[in-house]
């Protein structure tokens, strides 16, 4: 069965074609704010370069963040049409799972860092295992100020190694530093969440019947719409 | 069963989500439209991340509705038409990224239809027999326009507002009033029992363009007069403002609308947008045309509001003309009415 993924939440867009679970073609591109412009195109010449029809393709799978709300979006927007008008069942995983798969060891825990702007980085924390493709957090998906992550990892990791990785790493450096941790980079090609990764925990996932609702399913967005909390401030003034 | 070609018609443009299917440009087989008034009401205007976040909720069951209210399948569409501006960015992104999505897995034409071009479209809907050329005046709460239609997608801007729209003037002026949100029906209520000519307010005369419209100065004349009045410790009489208001700028409206008729010639006027449901303006448009022995159209109310039909209309009638849109159609909160046309030839990839 071929699935397409689909992975929209950071300024790299990619987007992978996968055939009974095994990646068979991927494209990365970072194209920052262009997104809405690559994706649908980007697909259509994955599927036409494999001599796919899209009737051919039979689940899809999204990256739902955290990361840019617009984005998420686009990625999931993108993905319940295709879902929706070819009748083929939707899965979503979450692109620090996809960025802490390809980072998991057996001997370290791993921190994936994204950028979520205002001072605040995207985290989820998760143990070592010998099967990356089916890691989850130990945490749930937070949005946290570098000394609020340093002071978690200080927490759950220990004595133990640390590996940390994503666009938000030199956001965090100092503060990591400072608990002295044993800490690992990745190198930065290592640094993207890239759909072929995402499509295999996808895979495993869907054969695992974890198929999302279309039409309730929604991007983790972890935090609020500014305006939400901006009410509740004035109400808790007033108050 | 249906022999016609059926468009999917998607519009996410500002609150509501909606989906409709139409045959052949004029038959509505469904319009469902998913209004988040309830959730923007407490904000007192629309919050764009809100809207954004319910739009993705509610698109899959509103194209689910469509379908089954139509007794039709993705298999009997003929084409995709969707709004890419102007309108909220990450609204439009919505609908727009949905719809690729849909022309690409179900391999049909993708239709960029301008919001504005979409409002005039509507009346179409109603009137299977209105061809090009005419005038179109669109109203609401974004826009205040004057369009000579040369043809199916073809536009010629002859007057627009150099500030407000009117129906943002509406807006504004009914949240100093306390009315709440929206402000346009609210106006409309409480003018039918006040006096129209109890505020002295002034006619806004553009001067580069005889054919643009201002309502800045009409709010600020409004707002001043309240706090004339509140600072005497007066209540205004909220009803005389509202008709007074409205008045002004059902005056402004149908002055330029007669005058771009004489300039141009043009015999048949159609009236669209949010605000092309006010009762005032209907009739005073109509009876402003009738003494000219101009024929004016108005759409019903329901296809005031925004709405997916008035796209898939456009739709149908830009497919005749080859006017088909590339995967990469990009969603713009300013769109130029007619640049969605032009996608593809700008060399945008
Ligand atoms: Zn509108």
Redesign the interface.
Known sequence: MWLVALETATPTLSVALLKDGKPVAEHNEQSKRRH??????T??TLLSEQGL??QD?GAVACGSGPGS??GL??????????A???NIPLVTVSTLDVLAAAAVRPDAFTAPLLDAKQGHIYVAFYAGSKEPLNCRPLTGYLALRSEQVAAQAKELVGKNRLTVCGDGVFLCKEDLMATNLEVLELPSWQNVPRASILGQIAARRLAGGEVED???V??L?VRR????LA?EAKKNATT | MHSGQIILGIETSCDETSAALVADGREILANVISSQVNLHAIYGGVVPELASRRHVELIVPAVETAFKEAGLTFDDLSAIAVTPGPGLVGALLVGLSYAKAVALAQSLPLIGVHHTAAHIYSNVLVHPDLKPPFLSLVVSGGHTSLIHVHGHGQYELLGRTVDDAAGEAFDKIARALGLGYPGGPAIERLARSGNPDALPLPQAVVKDNPLDFSFSGLKTAVLNYLNTLRQRKQEPNKADVAASLQRAVVIALVERTLEAADITGLKKIVLAGGVAANGELREALRTAGAKRGLQVLVPPPILCTDNAAMVGCAGYWYLRQGLTAPLSLNAIANLPLGAELTWGKLGEK
């Open positions: 809405a412009v690559t994706l649908a195109p697909i259509a029809k899209p393709v709300f617009t979006r686009i990625g999931l927007s993108t993905a319940k049409g295709l929706q008008s070819l279309l039409a309730a929604k991007p967005y719409a500014a305006a939400e009410r």
